[in-house]
């Protein structure tokens, strides 16, 4: 009698979720996470209520069951290490992500000099984001990573309270591009959080900034690289970005001086003897800059102009967009750091840290990819060889310890 109560209960609801009860409970196995189910019957009105259509909807969450576990796990992790100034750079701004951001520079130059000129970005900004991003598209590829959006966002709108606002919020926003037809449910993908595409917007940025490159009426970030990087484009122009003018400028501080906090012109840093580490003159001395030293006065320091801030608006983080603007120099040809980062070991090549997870797989210690980025895996691996070794187990990539390695 209970059964049947709870049945009639649920029926009701779903009824006036416009759903039928058969309808949901064939909708997936036994085993399928009854509360869960429940909350997407029930989300059903506050979508329509927003503009979702119900035929959209049902569409969006056919085959959608339960949550997606993975995203919690995801959103729950907290990794430990806290990595330095250079570890982030170094997985970042390297010889391979400027060796193919100049190979999409050459293979794309066409679309770059229409979303150039169109939106007045810089196409070597756009190319590093692209990097930072998605790889250049490579982590798209990636089953591992990229999943269903709905499933994502219902996931954490259900199951996390923390970001269930947030969540609910893409959802309906995720749901109306389904809607709008620029994309259909079998290619809405996403990161655990629902950042899409190549250049990984959450569905909200989409909604502001997405644009139809390529004029063949959808706004396709995920399969159209000119739509992607032209909704990158449209996102700094309409946050500020000053055309013809640069990030920022990498800087020489003259020693045992104390220097004024917040912005000042170009010209005024320059006549308390800041100047730019190449010697070169600053291009426009009126334009505002604030002073910037991510690894202390003994690593490299930065004079950032305004469109370091436009950058922020991508990701409200200092060292992204850092890592943006010297990846994107790189790219351009303009050459790296004059001053670098303060590190406690000899640098690896790219090659040299992939040379290094290969050897560390074959000596049982590592099972990751060699993809050259030394993440927690590779830096676990490390410490378990070092350790073995009787050597203090920082997980360094070091030359030092490749050098071992190579002698084993």
């Known amino acids: ?54 035929a959209t909807y049902d569409r969006a969450f056919r085959g959608v069951t339960d949550i997606d576990p993975e995203v919690l796990e ?24 400027v060796a193919v951001g100049r190979q999409m520079a050459r293979k794309w130059k066409p679309w770059l000099d229409r979303i150039e000129a169109k939106f007045g970005v810089d196409r070597h900004i756009l190319l590093a984001i692209w990097s930072m991003e998605s790889n250049y598209g490579e982590i798209l590829k990636n089953d591992k990573v990229m999943r269903n959006v709905v499933r994502s966002l219902a996931t954490l709108a259900y199951a996390d309270k923390r970001r269930a606002k947030f969540a609910r919020t893409q959802l309906i926003a995720a749901l109306k591009i389904l809607q709008s037809g620029d994309i259909d449910e079998s290619h809405l ?20 900034y997405a644009v139809d490159a ?3 009426g959808r706004r396709d970030i995920w399969t159209s690289i000119p739509d992607a990087l032209a909704t990158a484009a449209n996102l700094l122009r309409k946050n500020g970005w000053q055309a013809g003018k640069t990030w920022g400028y990498e800087v020489t501080l003259p020693a045992g001086r104390k220097f004024p906090a917040g912005s000042m012109s170009l010209a005024k840093w320059q006549s308390i003897g800041v100047v730019r580490a190449s010697g070169k003159p600053f291009r426009n001395g009126s334009d505002k800059a604030e002073l910037k030293v991510p690894d202390g006065r003994g690593g490299p320091a930065f004079l950032m102009t305004k469109n370091f801030s436009v950058i922020k608006r991508y990701n409200n983080a200092d060292k992204y967009a850092l890592a943006v603007g010297l990846l994107a120099d790189e790219i351009a040809g303009y050459g790296g750091l004059v001053q670098d980062w303060k590190r406690p070991f000899t640098k690896l090549s790219f090659e040299e840290k992939q040379e290094l997870q290969q050897r560390l797989s074959a000596h049982g210690y590592y099972d990751g990819k060699f993809d050259g980025k030394i993440g927690e895996g590779s830096r676990s691996a490390i410490k378990a060889f070092q350790a073995q070794l009787g050597l203090e187990p920082d997980g360094h990539p070091s030359m030092e310890v490749l050098s071992t390695l190579r002698q084993r």
């Open 74 to 97: 995801k959103a729950r992790y907290q990794p430990e290490f806290t990595a330095p100034v250079w570890d982030y750079f170094d997985n970042r701004v390297h010889e391979n992500s």
């Open 1 to 54: 009698m209970l059964v049947r109560k709870t049945a009639i209960r649920l029926g009701s609801v779903l009824a006036a979720a416009g759903l039928s009860l058969a309808l949901f409970f064939s909708a997936g196995p036994a085993s399928a996470d009854a509360g869960f189910q429940r909350w997407v019957a029930s989300f059903r009105a506050t979508a329509t209520q927003n503009g979702v259509s119900g």
């Open 189 to 208: 993908t996403g990161s655990w959080a629902g950042a899409m595409g190549h250049t990984q917007f959450i569905p909200t940025s989409y909604q502001a």
């Open 214 to 216: 390529d004029g063949n």
